[in-house]
Protein backbone atom coordinates (compact mmCIF):
# COMPACT_ATOMS: atom_id res chain seq x y z
CA UNK A 1 0.00 0.00 0.00
CA UNK A 2 2.66 2.25 0.22
CA UNK A 3 3.38 3.06 -3.66
CA UNK A 4 -0.20 4.58 -3.24
CA UNK A 5 -0.72 7.96 -3.71
CA UNK A 6 -4.12 9.10 -2.42
CA UNK A 7 -3.04 13.07 -2.70
CA UNK A 8 -4.04 12.30 -6.71
CA UNK A 9 -7.81 11.47 -5.74
CA UNK A 10 -8.05 14.65 -3.52
CA UNK A 11 -6.56 17.17 -6.36
CA UNK A 12 -9.08 15.38 -8.45
CA UNK A 13 -11.72 15.50 -6.72
CA UNK A 14 -13.87 18.46 -8.26
CA UNK A 15 -13.47 17.13 -11.54
CA UNK A 16 -14.74 13.74 -10.84
CA UNK A 17 -17.66 15.70 -8.79
CA UNK A 18 -18.37 16.89 -12.03
CA UNK A 19 -18.64 13.54 -13.87
CA UNK A 20 -20.88 12.39 -10.85
CA UNK A 21 -23.50 14.98 -11.59
CA UNK A 22 -23.69 13.67 -15.05
CA UNK A 23 -23.98 9.80 -14.35
CA UNK A 24 -26.40 10.84 -11.84
CA UNK A 25 -28.71 13.65 -14.12
CA UNK A 26 -28.33 10.39 -16.86
CA UNK A 27 -29.86 8.07 -14.36
CA UNK A 28 -32.70 10.90 -13.24
CA UNK A 29 -33.76 11.76 -16.74
CA UNK A 30 -33.81 8.55 -18.14
CA UNK A 31 -35.56 7.06 -15.31
CA UNK A 32 -38.12 9.37 -15.43
CA UNK A 33 -38.41 8.97 -19.49
CA UNK A 34 -37.89 5.45 -19.44
CA UNK A 35 -40.39 4.88 -16.74
CA UNK A 36 -43.34 7.04 -18.53
CA UNK A 37 -42.95 5.54 -22.10
CA UNK A 38 -42.74 2.28 -20.30
CA UNK A 39 -45.79 3.14 -18.40
CA UNK A 40 -47.44 3.54 -21.75
CA UNK A 41 -46.00 0.32 -22.76
CA UNK A 42 -47.46 -1.41 -20.79
CA UNK A 43 -50.65 -0.41 -20.58
CA UNK A 44 -50.89 -0.94 -24.37
CA UNK A 45 -49.39 -4.34 -24.11
CA UNK A 46 -52.16 -4.95 -21.75
CA UNK A 47 -55.56 -3.00 -23.31
CA UNK A 48 -54.61 -1.46 -26.74
CA UNK A 49 -55.84 -3.23 -29.69
CA UNK A 50 -54.22 -5.49 -31.41
CA UNK A 51 -51.78 -3.64 -33.59
CA UNK A 52 -50.47 -1.65 -30.01
CA UNK A 53 -50.06 -4.66 -28.06
CA UNK A 54 -47.95 -6.08 -31.04
CA UNK A 55 -45.93 -3.00 -31.30
CA UNK A 56 -45.24 -2.85 -27.45
CA UNK A 57 -44.12 -6.47 -27.25
CA UNK A 58 -42.30 -6.33 -30.31
CA UNK A 59 -40.64 -3.38 -29.29
CA UNK A 60 -39.97 -4.47 -25.55
CA UNK A 61 -38.06 -7.97 -26.88
CA UNK A 62 -36.56 -6.09 -29.27
CA UNK A 63 -34.43 -3.99 -27.09
CA UNK A 64 -34.16 -6.35 -24.55
CA UNK A 65 -32.69 -8.78 -26.92
CA UNK A 66 -29.66 -5.91 -27.69
CA UNK A 67 -26.74 -5.02 -25.48
CA UNK A 68 -26.92 -1.45 -24.12
CA UNK A 69 -23.50 -0.21 -25.62
CA UNK A 70 -24.58 -0.78 -29.04
CA UNK A 71 -28.24 1.23 -27.86
CA UNK A 72 -25.96 3.70 -27.03
CA UNK A 73 -23.50 3.71 -29.79
CA UNK A 74 -26.36 3.45 -32.95
CA UNK A 75 -28.15 6.47 -31.38
CA UNK A 76 -24.82 8.43 -31.12
CA UNK A 77 -24.87 8.05 -34.89
CA UNK A 78 -28.43 7.81 -35.90
CA UNK A 79 -30.29 10.89 -33.81
CA UNK A 80 -27.55 12.95 -35.71
CA UNK A 81 -28.92 11.56 -38.83
CA UNK A 82 -32.88 11.45 -37.96
CA UNK A 83 -32.83 15.17 -37.09
CA UNK A 84 -30.48 16.31 -39.33
CA UNK A 85 -27.78 18.29 -36.89
CA UNK A 86 -25.87 17.03 -34.03
CA UNK A 87 -27.55 16.82 -30.82
CA UNK A 88 -24.28 16.28 -28.57
CA UNK A 89 -23.33 12.71 -26.69
CA UNK A 90 -25.07 13.86 -23.31
CA UNK A 91 -28.32 14.22 -25.27
CA UNK A 92 -28.06 10.88 -28.08
CA UNK A 93 -26.62 9.08 -24.28
CA UNK A 94 -29.97 9.95 -22.89
CA UNK A 95 -32.26 8.82 -25.76
CA UNK A 96 -30.70 5.60 -25.75
CA UNK A 97 -31.04 4.88 -22.08
CA UNK A 98 -34.82 6.16 -22.03
CA UNK A 99 -35.87 4.21 -25.16
CA UNK A 100 -33.83 1.10 -23.66
CA UNK A 101 -34.55 1.40 -20.49
CA UNK A 102 -38.33 1.65 -20.78
CA UNK A 103 -38.42 -1.74 -22.18
CA UNK A 104 -37.74 -3.20 -19.03
CA UNK A 105 -39.68 -0.62 -17.10
CA UNK A 106 -42.50 -1.83 -19.61
CA UNK A 107 -42.48 -5.39 -18.16
CA UNK A 108 -41.86 -4.32 -14.33
CA UNK A 109 -45.00 -2.09 -15.00
CA UNK A 110 -46.84 -4.76 -16.49
CA UNK A 111 -46.42 -6.93 -13.84
CA UNK A 112 -47.77 -4.10 -11.71
CA UNK A 113 -50.80 -3.36 -13.66
CA UNK A 114 -51.53 -6.98 -13.14
CA UNK A 115 -51.19 -7.03 -9.07
CA UNK A 116 -53.70 -4.37 -9.20
CA UNK A 117 -57.12 -7.04 -8.34
CA UNK A 118 -59.83 -7.13 -10.37
CA UNK A 119 -61.98 -6.12 -7.83
CA UNK A 120 -59.98 -3.16 -7.43
CA UNK A 121 -61.16 -2.32 -11.27
CA UNK A 122 -64.65 -3.32 -10.74
CA UNK A 123 -64.82 -0.80 -7.44
CA UNK A 124 -63.18 2.03 -9.56
CA UNK A 125 -65.43 1.48 -12.20
CA UNK A 126 -68.72 1.09 -9.57
CA UNK A 127 -68.63 4.53 -8.28
CA UNK A 128 -68.55 5.84 -12.13
CA UNK A 129 -64.99 6.10 -13.03
CA UNK A 130 -64.13 6.19 -16.54
CA UNK A 131 -61.79 3.78 -17.84
CA UNK A 132 -59.03 6.01 -18.19
CA UNK A 133 -59.89 7.93 -14.94
CA UNK A 134 -60.08 4.71 -12.77
CA UNK A 135 -56.15 3.67 -14.82
CA UNK A 136 -55.28 7.26 -13.58
CA UNK A 137 -56.59 7.07 -9.94
CA UNK A 138 -56.90 3.56 -8.95
CA UNK A 139 -54.96 1.28 -10.79
CA UNK A 140 -51.87 2.99 -11.65
CA UNK A 141 -51.06 4.48 -8.08
CA UNK A 142 -51.31 0.71 -6.98
CA UNK A 143 -49.03 -0.87 -9.63
CA UNK A 144 -46.56 1.63 -8.44
CA UNK A 145 -46.27 1.37 -5.06
CA UNK A 146 -46.80 -2.47 -5.14
CA UNK A 147 -43.65 -2.13 -7.96
CA UNK A 148 -41.65 0.60 -6.17
CA UNK A 149 -38.53 -2.31 -4.79
CA UNK A 150 -38.22 -3.31 -7.56
CA UNK A 151 -38.03 -0.42 -9.53
CA UNK A 152 -35.22 1.16 -7.31
CA UNK A 153 -33.76 -1.81 -8.09
CA UNK A 154 -33.72 -1.28 -11.51
CA UNK A 155 -32.86 2.17 -11.31
CA UNK A 156 -29.46 0.72 -9.17
CA UNK A 157 -28.72 -1.01 -12.48
CA UNK A 158 -29.16 2.04 -14.42
CA UNK A 159 -27.08 4.01 -12.57
CA UNK A 160 -24.07 1.24 -13.04
CA UNK A 161 -24.55 0.77 -17.05
CA UNK A 162 -24.38 4.79 -16.97
CA UNK A 163 -20.82 4.07 -17.11
CA UNK A 164 -21.04 2.48 -20.48
CA UNK A 165 -21.31 5.81 -22.12
CA UNK A 166 -17.73 6.00 -22.46
CA UNK A 167 -18.35 4.52 -25.90
CA UNK A 168 -19.31 7.93 -26.67
CA UNK A 169 -16.90 9.92 -24.50
CA UNK A 170 -19.01 11.27 -22.29
CA UNK A 171 -17.44 12.38 -19.69
CA UNK A 172 -19.43 10.85 -16.39
CA UNK A 173 -18.22 9.40 -13.03
CA UNK A 174 -16.47 6.56 -14.56
CA UNK A 175 -14.98 8.15 -17.67
CA UNK A 176 -13.70 10.83 -15.60
CA UNK A 177 -11.82 8.74 -13.65
CA UNK A 178 -10.34 6.64 -16.21
CA UNK A 179 -9.00 10.12 -17.54
CA UNK A 180 -7.47 10.98 -14.20
CA UNK A 181 -6.34 7.30 -14.27
CA UNK A 182 -4.13 7.58 -17.33
CA UNK A 183 -3.06 11.13 -17.15
CA UNK A 184 -1.78 11.02 -13.93
CA UNK A 185 -0.50 7.47 -14.22
CA UNK A 186 -2.41 6.09 -11.06
CA UNK A 187 -4.88 3.21 -12.86
CA UNK A 188 -4.93 1.13 -9.22
CA UNK A 189 -5.79 4.08 -7.13
CA UNK A 190 -8.28 5.54 -9.83
CA UNK A 191 -10.42 2.53 -10.05
CA UNK A 192 -9.83 0.90 -6.84
CA UNK A 193 -11.37 4.83 -5.67
CA UNK A 194 -14.17 4.76 -8.93
CA UNK A 195 -15.46 0.76 -7.59
CA UNK A 196 -16.22 2.15 -3.81
CA UNK A 197 -17.65 5.37 -4.98
CA UNK A 198 -20.09 2.93 -6.96
CA UNK A 199 -20.49 0.46 -4.77
CA UNK A 200 -21.45 2.92 -1.73
CA UNK A 201 -24.00 4.36 -3.44
CA UNK A 202 -25.35 1.08 -5.15
CA UNK A 203 -25.16 -0.51 -1.85
CA UNK A 204 -27.07 2.04 0.06
CA UNK A 205 -29.96 1.92 -2.93
CA UNK A 206 -30.19 -1.85 -2.18
CA UNK A 207 -30.75 -1.65 1.92
CA UNK A 208 -33.35 1.22 1.14
CA UNK A 209 -34.95 -1.13 -1.53
CA UNK A 210 -34.92 -4.07 1.63
CA UNK A 211 -36.17 -1.26 3.71
CA UNK A 212 -39.04 -1.09 1.96
CA UNK A 213 -39.67 -4.39 1.07
CA UNK A 214 -39.58 -5.32 4.67
CA UNK A 215 -41.93 -2.08 5.04
CA UNK A 216 -44.41 -3.52 2.35
CA UNK A 217 -44.75 -6.80 4.09
CA UNK A 218 -45.21 -5.53 7.37
CA UNK B 1 -86.95 1.37 -11.84
CA UNK B 2 -84.50 -2.13 -12.55
CA UNK B 3 -85.77 -4.28 -14.96
CA UNK B 4 -83.32 -7.46 -15.93
CA UNK B 5 -85.04 -8.79 -19.47
CA UNK B 6 -83.99 -12.71 -20.27
CA UNK B 7 -80.28 -12.12 -19.95
CA UNK B 8 -78.05 -14.61 -20.87
CA UNK B 9 -74.35 -14.94 -20.40
CA UNK B 10 -71.08 -16.99 -20.84
CA UNK B 11 -68.09 -17.46 -19.81
CA UNK B 12 -66.59 -19.24 -23.05
CA UNK B 13 -68.39 -22.51 -23.41
CA UNK B 14 -69.84 -21.73 -20.03
CA UNK B 15 -73.20 -20.22 -19.55
CA UNK B 16 -73.26 -18.89 -16.11
CA UNK B 17 -77.06 -16.88 -16.76
CA UNK B 18 -79.60 -18.68 -18.66
CA UNK B 19 -82.72 -16.77 -19.66
CA UNK B 20 -82.74 -14.28 -15.96
CA UNK B 21 -85.82 -11.72 -15.87
CA UNK B 22 -86.38 -9.97 -12.67
CA UNK B 23 -88.12 -7.10 -11.95
CA UNK B 24 -87.05 -4.69 -9.11
CA UNK B 25 -89.72 -2.02 -8.03
CA UNK B 26 -88.74 1.21 -6.34
CA UNK B 27 -88.41 1.51 -3.09
CA UNK B 28 -88.05 -2.31 -2.75
CA UNK B 29 -85.75 -5.05 -1.01
CA UNK B 30 -84.91 -8.24 -3.17
CA UNK B 31 -82.60 -10.87 -1.64
CA UNK B 32 -81.08 -13.44 -4.00
CA UNK B 33 -80.35 -16.44 -2.49
CA UNK B 34 -79.08 -19.82 -4.04
CA UNK B 35 -76.03 -21.96 -3.61
CA UNK B 36 -72.59 -21.01 -4.83
CA UNK B 37 -71.82 -20.49 -8.49
CA UNK B 38 -75.52 -20.37 -9.24
CA UNK B 39 -74.71 -16.95 -11.37
CA UNK B 40 -76.23 -14.72 -8.24
CA UNK B 41 -72.92 -12.62 -8.10
CA UNK B 42 -72.62 -12.26 -11.91
CA UNK B 43 -76.21 -11.13 -11.98
CA UNK B 44 -75.81 -8.35 -9.44
CA UNK B 45 -72.70 -7.38 -11.76
CA UNK B 46 -74.76 -7.04 -14.71
CA UNK B 47 -77.34 -4.53 -13.38
CA UNK B 48 -74.35 -1.84 -13.64
CA UNK B 49 -72.43 -3.25 -16.63
CA UNK B 50 -69.33 -4.28 -14.97
CA UNK B 51 -69.78 -7.50 -16.64
CA UNK B 52 -71.61 -6.99 -20.14
CA UNK B 53 -74.51 -9.18 -20.89
CA UNK B 54 -74.51 -11.09 -24.15
CA UNK B 55 -77.93 -11.01 -24.97
CA UNK B 56 -81.06 -9.71 -23.37
CA UNK B 57 -81.80 -6.04 -21.93
CA UNK B 58 -81.57 -4.61 -18.74
CA UNK B 59 -82.65 -1.26 -18.18
CA UNK B 60 -82.12 1.06 -14.90
CA UNK B 61 -84.87 3.73 -14.61
CA UNK B 62 -85.37 4.42 -18.42
CA UNK B 63 -81.52 3.77 -19.14
CA UNK B 64 -80.53 1.15 -21.20
CA UNK B 65 -77.27 -0.50 -19.49
CA UNK B 66 -76.98 -3.03 -22.06
CA UNK B 67 -77.06 -0.61 -25.53
CA UNK B 68 -74.13 0.28 -26.99
CA UNK B 69 -73.39 3.91 -26.71
CA UNK B 70 -74.56 4.01 -22.95
CA UNK B 71 -72.72 6.22 -21.05
CA UNK B 72 -71.66 3.63 -18.74
CA UNK B 73 -70.11 5.48 -16.27
CA UNK B 74 -73.00 7.59 -15.39
CA UNK B 75 -75.48 4.71 -14.81
CA UNK B 76 -72.80 3.50 -12.49
CA UNK B 77 -72.65 6.25 -11.06
CA UNK B 78 -76.43 6.19 -9.77
CA UNK B 79 -75.96 2.44 -9.00
CA UNK B 80 -74.32 1.51 -5.65
CA UNK B 81 -72.23 -1.34 -5.17
CA UNK B 82 -70.86 -3.11 -2.32
CA UNK B 83 -68.58 -6.27 -2.68
CA UNK B 84 -67.74 -9.50 -0.87
CA UNK B 85 -64.04 -8.19 -0.01
CA UNK B 86 -64.75 -4.28 0.64
CA UNK B 87 -62.79 -3.17 -2.44
CA UNK B 88 -62.02 0.19 -0.53
CA UNK B 89 -58.97 1.88 -2.43
CA UNK B 90 -55.83 1.43 -0.36
CA UNK B 91 -53.98 3.71 -0.75
CA UNK B 92 -56.75 6.45 -0.25
CA UNK B 93 -57.44 7.26 3.07
CA UNK B 94 -61.53 6.29 4.86
CA UNK B 95 -62.35 10.06 3.80
CA UNK B 96 -60.40 9.90 0.23
CA UNK B 97 -62.14 7.02 -0.73
CA UNK B 98 -65.40 8.56 -0.40
CA UNK B 99 -64.67 11.72 -1.75
CA UNK B 100 -63.07 10.18 -5.28
CA UNK B 101 -66.58 9.58 -6.94
CA UNK B 102 -67.74 12.97 -5.52
CA UNK B 103 -65.07 14.54 -6.99
CA UNK B 104 -64.13 12.83 -10.26
CA UNK B 105 -67.39 11.58 -11.22
CA UNK B 106 -70.02 14.11 -9.93
CA UNK B 107 -67.82 17.21 -10.13
CA UNK B 108 -68.52 18.44 -6.57
CA UNK B 109 -65.91 20.75 -4.81
CA UNK B 110 -63.84 19.08 -2.42
CA UNK B 111 -65.65 20.80 0.58
CA UNK B 112 -68.77 20.23 -0.54
CA UNK B 113 -67.58 16.00 -0.80
CA UNK B 114 -65.73 16.35 2.08
CA UNK B 115 -69.08 17.67 3.92
CA UNK B 116 -70.96 14.75 2.30
CA UNK B 117 -68.46 12.34 3.16
CA UNK B 118 -68.04 13.43 7.01
CA UNK B 119 -72.17 13.43 7.49
CA UNK B 120 -71.57 9.52 5.90
CA UNK B 121 -69.00 8.33 7.85
CA UNK B 122 -70.81 9.69 11.61
CA UNK B 123 -74.14 7.75 9.64
CA UNK B 124 -72.61 4.45 9.22
CA UNK B 125 -70.76 5.04 13.11
CA UNK B 126 -67.09 6.00 11.94
CA UNK B 127 -66.69 9.27 11.79
CA UNK B 128 -63.82 9.27 14.14
CA UNK B 129 -61.57 6.63 11.38
CA UNK B 130 -61.56 9.62 8.97
CA UNK B 131 -58.21 9.85 8.15
CA UNK B 132 -57.02 6.01 8.86
CA UNK B 133 -56.32 4.20 5.52
CA UNK B 134 -58.59 1.21 5.12
CA UNK B 135 -56.18 -1.46 6.12
CA UNK B 136 -55.96 -0.27 9.50
CA UNK B 137 -59.92 -1.44 10.17
CA UNK B 138 -61.41 -3.97 11.17
CA UNK B 139 -63.41 -6.45 7.84
CA UNK B 140 -66.71 -4.69 9.31
CA UNK B 141 -65.76 -1.03 9.59
CA UNK B 142 -64.01 -1.23 6.15
CA UNK B 143 -67.31 -2.61 4.17
CA UNK B 144 -69.31 -0.16 6.58
CA UNK B 145 -67.12 2.27 4.43
CA UNK B 146 -67.61 0.59 1.89
CA UNK B 147 -71.20 1.32 1.79
CA UNK B 148 -70.91 4.84 2.50
CA UNK B 149 -68.57 5.19 -0.46
CA UNK B 150 -71.37 4.12 -2.61
CA UNK B 151 -74.46 6.02 -0.72
CA UNK B 152 -72.12 9.21 -0.91
CA UNK B 153 -72.49 8.99 -4.61
CA UNK B 154 -76.78 9.83 -3.68
CA UNK B 155 -77.71 6.22 -5.58
CA UNK B 156 -81.18 5.67 -7.11
CA UNK B 157 -80.65 1.91 -5.90
CA UNK B 158 -78.18 0.00 -4.02
CA UNK B 159 -76.78 -4.01 -5.26
CA UNK B 160 -74.64 -5.55 -2.97
CA UNK B 161 -72.72 -9.09 -3.46
CA UNK B 162 -72.52 -11.11 -0.59
CA UNK B 163 -71.89 -8.13 1.54
CA UNK B 164 -70.63 -10.12 4.87
CA UNK B 165 -69.47 -13.46 3.80
CA UNK B 166 -65.90 -12.27 3.92
CA UNK B 167 -66.74 -11.20 7.50
CA UNK B 168 -65.82 -12.63 10.83
CA UNK B 169 -69.61 -13.75 12.68
CA UNK B 170 -69.00 -11.14 15.36
CA UNK B 171 -68.92 -8.21 12.69
CA UNK B 172 -71.55 -9.17 10.60
CA UNK B 173 -74.51 -7.49 12.30
CA UNK B 174 -72.74 -4.21 12.87
CA UNK B 175 -72.93 -4.25 8.71
CA UNK B 176 -76.39 -6.26 8.23
CA UNK B 177 -77.36 -2.53 11.00
CA UNK B 178 -76.60 -0.41 8.45
CA UNK B 179 -78.60 -2.39 5.63
CA UNK B 180 -81.60 -3.03 7.63
CA UNK B 181 -81.33 1.08 8.54
CA UNK B 182 -81.56 1.47 4.59
CA UNK B 183 -83.84 -0.55 3.82
CA UNK B 184 -86.16 0.97 6.21
CA UNK B 185 -85.47 4.60 4.94
CA UNK B 186 -86.60 3.13 1.54
CA UNK B 187 -83.68 2.83 -0.50
CA UNK B 188 -83.68 -0.21 -3.76
CA UNK B 189 -81.60 -2.42 -2.73
CA UNK B 190 -80.25 -5.68 -3.90
CA UNK B 191 -78.75 -8.26 -2.19
CA UNK B 192 -76.95 -11.38 -2.39
CA UNK B 193 -76.88 -12.61 0.79
CA UNK B 194 -77.29 -15.97 2.63
CA UNK B 195 -78.33 -14.02 5.78
CA UNK B 196 -81.78 -15.55 5.81
CA UNK B 197 -82.08 -13.89 9.28
CA UNK B 198 -81.83 -10.37 7.02
CA UNK B 199 -84.01 -11.46 4.25
CA UNK B 200 -86.80 -12.14 6.57
CA UNK B 201 -86.48 -8.83 8.13
CA UNK B 202 -86.31 -6.09 5.22
CA UNK B 203 -87.21 -8.40 2.03
CA UNK B 204 -90.38 -8.02 0.30
CA UNK B 205 -88.98 -10.63 -2.31
CA UNK B 206 -86.56 -13.39 -2.77
CA UNK B 207 -85.17 -14.51 -5.39
CA UNK B 208 -83.84 -17.98 -5.99
CA UNK B 209 -81.34 -18.38 -8.70
CA UNK B 210 -79.68 -22.95 -9.07
CA UNK B 211 -77.78 -22.87 -12.20
CA UNK B 212 -77.78 -19.77 -13.88
CA UNK B 213 -81.37 -19.91 -13.86
CA UNK B 214 -83.86 -17.98 -11.50
CA UNK B 215 -85.50 -20.51 -10.35
CA UNK B 216 -88.22 -18.94 -7.54
CA UNK B 217 -89.18 -15.57 -7.38
CA UNK B 218 -91.51 -15.34 -4.27
CA UNK B 219 -92.63 -13.05 -1.49
CA UNK B 220 -90.23 -13.29 1.67
CA UNK B 221 -93.16 -15.02 3.67
CA UNK B 222 -94.19 -17.50 0.88
CA UNK B 223 -90.61 -18.76 0.40
CA UNK B 224 -89.60 -19.27 3.65
CA UNK B 225 -93.10 -21.13 4.25
CA UNK B 226 -93.86 -23.29 1.17
CA UNK B 227 -90.74 -22.73 -1.44
CA UNK B 228 -92.64 -23.86 -4.76
CA UNK B 229 -89.27 -25.76 -5.90
CA UNK B 230 -87.51 -28.63 -4.61
CA UNK B 231 -84.54 -27.37 -5.22
CA UNK B 232 -85.45 -24.10 -3.02
CA UNK B 233 -86.42 -26.87 -0.55
CA UNK B 234 -83.07 -28.53 -0.36
CA UNK B 235 -81.47 -25.66 -0.35
CA UNK B 236 -83.32 -24.21 2.72
CA UNK B 237 -82.97 -27.06 4.43
CA UNK B 238 -79.58 -26.90 4.34
CA UNK B 239 -79.26 -23.61 4.75
CA UNK B 240 -81.75 -23.51 8.07
CA UNK B 241 -80.72 -26.56 9.48
CA UNK B 242 -78.95 -25.17 12.50
Known amino acids: ?218 | MIKIDNIDKWYDDFHVLKGCSLEVERGEVIVICGPSGSGKSTLIKCVNALEPVDSGRIVVEETDVTARGTKLPLVRARIGMVFQHFELFPHKTVIENLMMGQIKVLKRSREAAREKAESLLKRVGLADQAQKYPSALSGGQQQRVAIARALAMDPIAMCFDEPTSALDPEMISEVLDVMVELAKEGMTMMVVTHEMGFARRVARRVVFMDQGEVKEIADTDTFFRNPETDRAKEFLSKILAH
Not at chain 1, 80 to 86: D, K, N, T, W
Open chain 1, 1 to 218: MGDFDFQVIIESLPFLFDGLLISFQLTFLALIAGLAWGTILAVMRIWGPAPLRWFSAVYVNIFRSIPLILVIFWFYFLVPLLIGRPVGNFTSALIAFSLFEAAYYAEIMRAGLNSVSRGQVYAGLAIGLSPRQNLQYVILPQAFRNMIPVLLTQAIILFQDTSLVYVVALSDFMTSASVVAKVEGRLAEMYLFAALVYFVICFSGSLLVKHLQKKKVA
